[in-house]
Nanobody, 118 residues
Framework: VQLQASGGGLVQAGGSLRLSCAAS????????MGWFRQAPGKEREFVAR????????YYAASVKGRFTISRDNAKNTVYLQMNSLKPEDTAVYYC????????????WGQGTLVTVSS
């Protein structure tokens, strides 16, 4: 499985961005998917995850109510809609695939940079 994240950029605080993660392979629809982020000088942290059907989602407390994860299995794509962005959301965002649905992410995209200015 190959994952290609896109949609990052520079946005002012309070603004919005939508990240996309396009996956190769015919088994995408059976995978759990997640978004993670890594800020400069910090460890990578979990942001959100979605189950294979899109019927179940879970968010980190820091983004709950502001970010929405979704997926389109027909397009082999998972999204992260980010609203009310804050400077502390600045990070490289990574999508990841969980093929065994055990929250073990075996495949990772290359990351897309999100910069939120104050």
């Amino acid at each position: 499985v190959q994952l290609q994240a896109s949609g990052g950029g520079l946005v002012q605080a309070g603004g919005s961005l939508r990240l996309s993660c396009a996956a190769s392979g015919r088994t995408f629809s059976s995978y759990g998917m997640g978004w993670f982020r890594q800020a400069p000088g910090k460890e990578r942290e979990f942001v959100a995850r979605i189950n294979w059907s899109g019927g179940s989602t879970y968010y980190a407390a820091s983004v709950k109510g502001r970010f929405t994860i979704s997926r389109d299995n027909a397009k082999n794509t998972v999204y992260l809609q980010m609203n009310s962005l804050k400077p502390e959301d600045t990070a490289v965002y990574y999508c990841a695939a969980d093929p065994t649905r055990a929250m073990k992410y075996d495949y990772w995209g290359q990351g897309t940079l999100v910069t939120v200015s104050s």
